[in-house]
């Protein structure tokens, strides 16, 4: 029972792979007739919607994209069907310049069938049909992973279709895509009635031939046989030329279609040669104007460089002359020592005066002497502390050195802001405004 259960599932298997092998050889031949119809109509009228060899054409290559499609697996575990739209949209999406997201944004296609249609129209139109299936075929992951094993897409006769397409770019095919063609619901049905035509060979023709002679002779037994002859001859004569009219039209046929074929595929090399001979020379051009924009900003940073360098060196030299020249004007300003110990000793003696109120007969030195000294050291004391003496009258002063200490040293002058803020001395502006001591 075992082996006959066996038996039984391999015959099967054969069964179904024999099934699916003559399906697709059906599929494609069909297809194959239906391209050769096509073209064949497109030398005599424009190609739309309302052409039956379209529709056909139509069905045949969804009946091609949607065998042995997978399903789509639900969460509970349950398949729901799948239309082929979503295996082109998922293959063919880095195509350049694609259709995909203009048809997924149309407004009166909702179903995934008639995304499917409407891409099939779009890209007859744009002459892209099998450049898109050409590059979905590459694509052998993404194809694994939406066909079952036997589907044609996965055939070594799927490369056949994508050639056989070709010749469909030389229609210019005018479709409106707000058409009843593209309602999802509409099932796609295919009419094999236009390629069922009957064709005798050479040898069924002469067994006719032979039988209609035999009938001839044996006919009526009125007829003579001069007439019987002829008859039999001029019928020979008919389907000789019948016969051979019709392959002669039957091989131009073919000839022309590979011409068409054959040419379609020239132009379309000619113009990827073309297109990548452009590219090269685009590319080629644009590095020749990035090395010469390089060879120009490196100059350019060059000089720039060399500048900055240039002004550097010029704000250090002067930076420098600055400094020397700072340090000597502020060496010049700073009063001597001797200068220093002379105006301390005139200063003292002025604030002595004003203390006592008035000039004592003896002096350690004259007013004359003491101008003399403050007219020598003018120039090293500022404008509020220097005293006009001229002229004055010659009086003595009583020795300040038992009040005042040393009036030499450098230290009496530098105590005369203390000597400010006692109450009985006076300021030295203010000594020297007053009428006092103004040279007579």
Request: hydrophobic share 35%.
């Amino acid at each position: 029972m075992a082996s006959l259960g066996v038996g039984l599932h391999l015959i099967r298997r054969r069964g179904a792979g024999r099934g699916s092998a003559v399906e697709r050889r059906n599929l494609l031949t069909v297809c194959r007739f239906s391209v050769k119809t096509l073209l064949d109509r497109s030398c005599f009228e424009t190609i739309d919607d309302s052409s039956p060899e379209f529709l056909n054409f139509v069905s045949i290559l969804e009946h091609i994209l949607s065998h042995r499609l997978k399903g789509q697996t639900t969460w509970f575990g349950y398949e729901s069907p799948r239309s082929f739209w979503d295996y082109i949209k998922a293959a063919c999406s880095k195509v350049p310049h694609n259709c995909i997201r203009s048809i997924e944004s149309m407004e009166n296609v909702r179903s995934s069938r008639a995304k499917g249609r409407a891409w099939i129209r779009v890209v007859l139109m744009e002459k892209r049909l099998s450049e898109y299936i050409s590059f979905a075929l590459r694509d052998f992951r993404t194809t694994r992973r939406f066909y079952e094993e036997g589907a044609i897409i996965l055939a070594e006769e799927a490369g056949l279709l994508a050639d056989t397409l070709i010749g469909l770019n030389t229609i210019d095919f005018s479709f409106c895509l707000k058409g009843e063609g593209l309602d999802g619901s509409c099932p796609a049905v295919i009419d094999y009635t236009p390629y069922l035509k009957f064709t005798q060979n050479a040898d069924s023709i002469s067994s006719d031939e032979e039988e209609m002679r035999t009938l001839g002779s044996s006919g009526s037994e009125s007829s003579t046989p001069d007439k019987t002859a002829t008859a039999a001859s001029i019928f020979t004569e008919q389907s000789n030329l019948v016969s051979k009219c019709k392959r002669f039209e039957q091989k131009y046929r073919m000839a022309l279609e590979q011409k068409g074929y054959l040419e379609e595929l020239v132009r379309l090399r000619e113009a990827q040669l073309s297109d990548a001979v452009s590219h090269n020379k685009a590319l080629q051009q644009s590095l020749a104007d990035t090395h010469l924009s390089h060879t120009l900003e490196k100059e350019q940073l060059e000089f720039i460089i060399l500048e900055l360098q240039d002004q550097l060196t010029v704000l250090k030299n002067n930076d420098l002359r600055s400094r020397q020249e700072l340090t000597a004007h502020l060496t010049n300003q700073w009063p001597s020592p001797d200068a220093l110990d002379t105006n301390a000793v005139a200063l003292d003696t002025l604030l002595y005066r004003k203390r006592t109120g008035q000039w004592e007969d003896k002096s350690f030195q004259s007013l004359e002497q003491l101008s003399a000294d403050m007219s020598l050291s003018q120039t090293s004391l500022e404008p509020s502390h220097t005293l006009s003496l001229e002229a004055r009258p010659a009086e003595e002063t009583p020795s300040l050195r038992g009040l005042c200490g040393s009036l030499t040293s450098v230290t009496s002058y530098k105590s005369l802001a203390s000597l400010k803020s006692n109450e009985c001395l006076a300021s030295p502006a203010t000594e020297l405004s007053s009428p006092g001591l103004t040279p007579s």
